[in-house]
């Protein structure tokens, strides 16, 4: 299947956008994250992740976005392993996509999902890589083993 581009993939792109930007104003102002740290650089950074993954362009991760996400961090899960995580994410069996609301609940919660987690660690390397530029340390003899 070939990725839809164009005037028409970026319109529905802008229209998901604003969508999600609704709902993270909604969060923005829910007194349930007003002790949230940075709330608004966080929103964003999960706009953008869930954004990447939403396959479908319904607004929702499907299984088939999970799957890609997960394999894209190099973590490929099974069926089963996916119909895991969606459900609780999701809070429950029968559904079977991720909206962004159930996303942001998953990030923002107390809870700690497995995709959480992997995320959460995802983005934990990501900081890392951007820190080390630059040539390596000089080593002396007392740094060696």
Same mark, same amino acid.
Do not use: C, W
């Given at each position: 299947?070939?990725?839809?581009?164009?005037?028409?993939?970026?319109?529905?792109?802008?229209?998901?956008?604003?969508?999600?930007?609704?709902?993270?104003?909604?969060?923005?102002?829910?007194?349930?994250?007003?002790?949230?740290?940075?709330?608004?650089?966080?929103?964003?950074?999960?706009?953008?992740?869930?954004?990447?993954?939403?396959?479908?362009?319904?607004?929702?991760?499907?299984?088939? %976005?999970?799957?890609?996400?997960?394999?894209?961090? %190099?973590?490929?899960?099974?069926?089963?392993?996916?119909?895991?995580?969606?459900?609780?994410?999701?809070?429950?069996?029968?559904?079977?996509?991720?909206?962004?609301?159930?996303?942001?609940?998953?990030?923002?919660?107390?809870?700690?999902?497995?995709?959480?987690?992997?995320? @959460?660690?995802?983005? @934990? %390397?990501?900081?890392?890589?951007?820190?080390?530029?630059?040539?390596?340390?000089?080593?002396?003899?007392?740094?060696?083993?």
């Amino acid at each position: 299947m070939t990725e839809p581009r164009g005037k028409a993939y970026g319109l529905l792109k802008s229209q998901q956008e604003e969508k999600l930007n609704s709902i993270n104003e909604a969060f923005l102002s829910d007194s349930k994250y007003a002790e949230e740290e940075d709330l608004a650089t966080k929103l964003e950074m999960f706009k953008k992740k869930y954004m990447e993954f939403d396959l479908n362009d319904k607004g929702d991760i499907d299984m088939m %976005g999970l799957k890609r996400m997960l394999e894209k961090l %190099g973590l490929a899960k099974t069926h089963l392993e996916l119909k895991k995580m969606m459900s609780e994410v999701a809070g429950g069996p029968s559904k079977d996509t991720i909206s962004y609301h159930d996303f942001l609940n998953m990030m923002l919660g107390k809870r700690n999902a497995i995709l959480k987690l992997i995320l @959460m660690f995802e983005g @934990m %390397g990501k900081e890392q890589e951007q820190k080390d530029v630059g040539p390596p340390s000089r080593k002396t003899f007392s740094d060696l083993p």
